[in-house]
């Protein structure tokens, strides 16, 4: 199985900071890489597809970049909102795994 | 308007078979490139992916899980059905279903059912 580390585990920042969540998966993935936003008692919503694609309605403040093994999800100003668990997925290959996800609080 | 919701029982006891019931609307299960997978959750850990089943009525499973699930659909009824056999307490967790779109390589989970909670006790 391809594994998904993400780094940090969980993070604290104040709002208005940028935020850069990184995924390292354990071989070539290529593009193949989703980002999910996970809040407390929730479903996971996608953010953004295929590395870099921003799913339809999420604001332009999330981003995300990487090839390869090396991804990153960055958020540019952090707003009260994107409190939440983040998740790394791939679907290079099967079976489809993720990281085992990244807490995002407000300092 | 695309919509899925999981059914099923709350409480099984070890050993037993767990079904569950996918119902969805607002999209085919026979268009070319969908899928609905089925996504777990352990209370307070990661998700985990547990199988995919195909417009074409293929199907994919973790290796880890193969032996104890399956998938099948009911098109007619736009359901899609789980079974994990020899439930044990490990298997406790909120179970998704999510719609997966492909279009060419671009695949990803965009809707996902609110989850149902399976717990697994005796």
């Known amino acids: 199985d391809i594994q998904m580390t993400q780094s940090p585990s969980s993070l604290s920042a104040s709002v208005g900071d940028r935020v850069t969540i990184t995924c390292q998966a354990s071989e070539d993935i290529k593009k193949y890489v989703n980002w999910y936003q996970q809040k407390p008692g929730k479903a996971p919503k996608l953010l953004i597809y295929v590395v870099s694609n921003l799913q339809t309605g999420v604001p332009s403040r999330f981003s995300g970049s990487g090839s390869g093994t090396d991804f990153t999800l960055t958020i540019s100003s952090l707003q009260p909102e994107d409190i939440a668990t983040y998740y790394c997925?791939?679907?290079?290959?099967?079976?489809?795994?993720f990281g085992q996800g990244t807490k995002l609080e407000i300092k | 308007q695309i919509t899925l919701k999981e059914s099923g029982p709350t409480l099984v006891k070890p050993t037993q078979t767990l079904t569950l019931t996918c119902n969805f609307s607002g999209f085919s299960l026979t268009t070319g490139g969908v899928a609905v997978g089925w996504i777990r959750q352990p209370p307070g850990k990661a998700l985990e992916w547990l199988a995919n089943i195909y417009w074409d009525d293929d199907k994919r499973y973790s290796p880890s899980l193969k032996s104890r699930l399956t998938v099948t659909r009911d098109t007619s009824k736009n359901q899609v059905v789980l079974t994990m056999t020899d439930m044990d307490p490990g298997d406790t967790g909120t179970y998704y279903c999510?719609?997966?779109?492909?279009?060419?390589?671009?695949?990803?989970?965009?809707?996902w059912g609110q989850g149902t909670l399976v717990t697994v006790s005796s």
């Open positions: 999510a719609h997966r779109p492909c279009s060419g390589d671009n695949c990803y989970f965009d809707y």
């Open positions: 997925q791939q679907y290079n290959d099967f079976p489809y795994t």
